[in-house]
């Protein structure tokens, strides 16, 4: 029988391992609503993480994570210039999930030669919440959360009434939802679009700097493992909802905490099978929700 202590550590570990997830899915939930969808982010996450690094090298953990966002907002940038040119969007996405991770490990090695020891730099500090840190039992939850999950949370909320009650949001839901229609009432479509390819990179090289320098403070190649691709997964299940996006993000974080958990404590099950939780998890969702949106549109057409 597993201990409260030990799922403790698991929330603690899930709410870590959400927060790049969340991050880049809220990105992704601004440019899908205004029509479009990356598939990049995964590279742009890589370059992020790498950018975060380098800027806590020069500056400081919090000039790491201004960095992470300036190397998402470039990337943005050429994701939306590659659409604007009239470039098949998934080809773009890829393109640029391969050009990030080729220059990440291209700079790396070059800052980092082979054979040398990785290089640790400063990590971005965790808050306690005054009064919750000290209760039994589950306090140390609530002692160790690093100030980028508070910052999620935050811009999950934001984002949510940036969409919902301005002006900006409406556009962004008008040119995704009838960019004809739009366009009519004076609606600017591609600039509309770019912005919010310029948002998603920022978030998601925001995600990257989360990785990288919430808690170990180094880089290393691959070191995003898929999740930007699990962020787009859990902005299809959350249906473009910001705050949908946090409680599908702790759904795939669980299972991913329990797996590095795993590698330390015995919970019975293999460690390789715990490794394989978050994306055997993602797959079943996404085949759940793909299942009951072709349901739906049976429904319809009837």
Do not use: K
């Not at 980092?112 to 730099?121: K, Y």
Request: aromatic residues 8%; glycine residues 14%; hydrophobic residues 55%.
């Amino acid at each position: 029988m597993l201990s409260l202590d030990f799922w403790v550590l698991v929330l603690a570990g899930a709410l870590a391992s959400a927060t790049p997830i969340v991050l880049a899915g809220l990105g992704e939930t601004v440019l899908q609503r205004a029509g479009q969808f990356n598939l990049g982010i995964e590279g742009i996450m890589i370059c992020g993480a790498l950018a975060g690094v380098l800027g806590s090298a020069a500056a400081g953990p919090f000039a790491g994570a201004g960095f992470g966002v300036l190397a998402g907002v470039l990337l943005g940038f050429v994701f939306a210039l590659g659409c604007l040119a009239g470039i098949d969007v998934v080809l773009v996405g890829v393109a640029l999930t391969m050009l990030g991770v080729g220059v990440s490990t291209f700079v790396f090695q070059s800052w980092v030669p082979s054979g040398r020891t990785n290089l640790s730099v400063p990590t971005l500090p965790a808050m306690s919440v005054p009064g919750l840190s000290q209760l039994p039992g589950i306090g140390p939850l609530f002692s160790s959360i690093g100030v980028l999950t508070y910052a999620a949370g935050a811009l999950a909320v934001l984002t949510w009434w940036v969409l919902r009650w301005t002006r900006f949001g409406l556009r962004i839901r008008a040119v995704g939802d009838s960019p004809d229609v739009a366009a009519v009432r004076g609606v600017p479509v591609s600039r509309y679009r770019a912005v919010a390819a310029l948002i998603a990179g920022g978030f998601a090289g925001l995600a990257g700097a989360a990785l990288s320098l919430s808690a170990i403070g180094s880089f290393s190649p691959g070191m995003s493992g898929g999740r930007g691709f699990i962020a787009l997964a859990v902005v299809v299940v959350a249906r473009r909802a910001p705050l949908g996006v946090l409680a599908g993000a702790l759904l795939f974080a669980v299972p991913d905490s329990l797996g590095l958990l795993g590698q330390t404590r015995d919970t019975g099950l293999p460690v390789e099978a715990l490794h394989a939780l978050p994306y055997l998890v993602t797959f079943v969702v996404v085949c759940f929700e793909s299942r009951h949106r072709m349901r739906l549109r049976q429904d319809t057409a009837i």
